[in-house]
């Protein structure tokens, strides 16, 4: 059974720090690409991050880049996310993401195979 299983959010003052943690089983981890996405209140699902399978390479989107780090760590299956710097915008339901690697379309989440249930990450105004 594929699972991934988000964990490590929680309520964080603006200008605080998390790190979300993404544990994957069940498929062939290292072959593939892991993101992170999050939906706030009355949004749509968007893609903030992505680190690749085999290169390892990285995208952010300009709302996190210079904030937020993605990492992974295949001998442990799990994908990380480091938060700094937080603001109230960031407050959302963050979900990790899997598709083969080398995908070149990621920026929807029609095109992600594997989907975990969610944490939340409240950052009060």
């Known amino acids: 059974e594929v699972q991934l299983v988000e964990s490590g959010g929680g309520l964080v003052q603006a200008g605080g720090s998390l790190r979300l943690t993404c544990a994957g089983s069940g498929f062939d981890f290292d072959d593939y690409a892991i993101g992170w996405f999050r939906q706030a209140p009355g949004k749509e699902r968007e893609v903030i991050s992505r680190?690749?399978?085999?290169?390892?390479?990285?995208y952010y989107a300009f709302s996190v880049k210079g904030r937020f780090t993605i990492s992974r760590d295949n001998a442990e299956n799990t994908v990380y996310l480091q938060m700094v710097s937080l603001k109230p915008e960031d407050t959302a339901v963050y979900y990790c993401?899997?598709?083969?690697?080398?995908?070149?379309?990621?920026?929807?989440?029609?095109?992600?195979?594997?989907w975990g249930k969610g944490t939340l990450v409240t950052v009060p105004s």
């Open positions: 993401a899997a598709q083969p690697g080398g995908s070149y379309y990621y920026t929807l989440p029609e095109y992600w195979d594997y």
């Open positions: 680190v690749d399978s085999s290169d390892g390479r990285t």
